[in-house]
């Protein structure tokens, strides 16, 4: 066994000196003894007719209960953002498939601008697509449409604005 980045360090639990070898930091190391010293005393406080053994193995039994618990957290903490993610995929998916159809609708009427244009063209009257409608266009309210033309042509009626 290699113990080129290993640590010695000397603790205390329950009165019994160990030195324990450890990747870990000398600093975690203590931290961790202490918290089973402090456990140990915990019970030791409740029970006080209780032998050292006895003690130190009902501090086990109580810091495996809260590490039980704790992993069972961490699984379910896990699993919901897994759902979270999923769900988030979902919306991402359709959001983008609203764009893409969004894009193509705009298209379309690009398409269907022109030909309507065209087919007034050939009738005779003014084109369809007013000043208002490139207005809204650009601005992308429909208060342009109000505030900018009286007359607005469609599909080759005239409709006067109110």
Do not use: H, W
């Not at 009427?109 to 000043?131: D, Q």
């Not at 429909?142 to 109110?162: I, M």
């Amino acid at each position: 066994m290699e113990n080129n980045n290993k640590n010695r360090v000397k603790i205390d639990i329950a009165g019994t000196r160990f030195t324990v070898i450890s990747a870990e930091s000398e600093e975690y190391t203590r931290t961790v003894a202490d918290r089973l010293n402090a456990e140990i005393t915990a019970v030791r406080r409740a029970a006080p007719g209780l032998s050292a053994n006895s003690a130190v193995m009902l501090a086990a039994l109580n810091l495996c209960d809260n590490l039980t618990k704790s992993e069972e957290d961490t699984d379910r903490l896990r699993q919901q953002i897994k759902d979270y993610l999923n769900e988030a995929a979902k919306y991402r998916s359709a959001f983008e498939e609203t764009e893409r159809e969004n894009q193509k609708l705009k298209k379309d009427i690009e398409v269907l601008r022109k030909r309507l244009g065209e087919k007034a063209k050939l009738v005779g009257e003014p084109s369809p697509v007013s000043s208002a409608v490139k207005a809204v266009r650009k601005s992308g309210t429909s208060e342009a449409e109000d505030e900018s033309a009286d007359n607005v042509t469609f599909f080759g009626s005239r409709k006067k604005k109110s």
